[in-house]
């Protein structure tokens, strides 16, 4: 199957299966585990390294949920969840947001977390998040929006 976003490329590989997923994180090494640990539990993984590239992506192909980095070049993680809430075409979509406790702009940890999901994020971790947490977190969030359940906000973790 060939990519729906010309020059992206799909991670999950040539039998997409299950819901699409956006993960958004800077460092190569952290975005490629969480993209293959995603798309071996059956998501349609895409990826974007910087918030900008984000805001594109998630217009273009209406991703299920959304993994986001807060800290990212150029435009932060808050920014990029303000901005999808802000627009009706991606205002629904599950969002799982993370950051190092060692965020460089200082804000790390729950106080971050409030922040998130105050900026519209459905749930917040400290990273390092296990790959198996992260998809629970993921499926829970899907499965929440599939059934249109009201409400948003999780716990801070």
């Given at each position: 199957?060939?990519?729906?976003?010309?020059?992206?490329?799909?991670?999950?590989?040539?039998?997409?299966?299950?819901?699409?997923?956006?993960?958004?994180?800077?460092?190569?090494?952290?975005?490629?585990?969480?993209?293959?640990?995603?798309?071996?539990?059956?998501?349609?993984?895409?990826?974007?390294?910087?918030?900008?590239?984000?805001?594109?992506?998630?217009?273009?192909?209406?991703?299920?949920?959304i993994v986001l980095d807060l800290v990212l070049p150029a435009i932060d993680g808050?920014?990029?969840?303000?901005?999808?809430?802000?627009?009706?075409?991606?205002?629904?979509?599950?969002?799982?947001?993370?950051?190092?406790?060692?965020a460089p702009k200082g804000a790390g940890g729950p106080?971050?977390?409030?922040?998130?999901?105050?900026?519209?994020?459905?749930?917040?971790?400290?990273?390092?998040?296990?790959?198996?947490?992260?998809?629970?977190?993921?499926?829970?969030?899907?499965?929440?929006?599939?059934?249109?359940?009201?409400?948003?906000?999780?716990?801070?973790?």
């Amino acid at each position: 199957m060939s990519d729906p976003v010309p020059g992206h490329k799909l991670s999950s590989g040539t039998r997409p299966r299950g819901p699409l997923v956006l993960v958004v994180e800077e460092e190569d090494e952290v975005r490629e585990l969480y993209a293959a640990q995603l798309a071996a539990a059956g998501f349609i993984v895409f990826e974007a390294s910087d918030g900008s590239t984000a805001v594109e992506k998630a217009l273009q192909l209406g991703p299920h949920a959304i993994v986001l980095d807060l800290v990212l070049p150029a435009i932060d993680g808050l920014k990029v969840a303000r901005r999808l809430r802000a627009d009706e075409r991606t205002q629904a979509v599950a969002i799982v947001a993370f950051a190092a406790l060692n965020a460089p702009k200082g804000a790390g940890g729950p106080a971050l977390g409030t922040l998130a999901i105050a900026a519209g994020c459905d749930s917040f971790f400290s990273r390092p998040v296990a790959p198996a947490t992260l998809i629970r977190e993921v499926l829970l969030l899907v499965a929440r929006q599939s059934r249109k359940a009201p409400g948003r906000g999780r716990a801070a973790k």
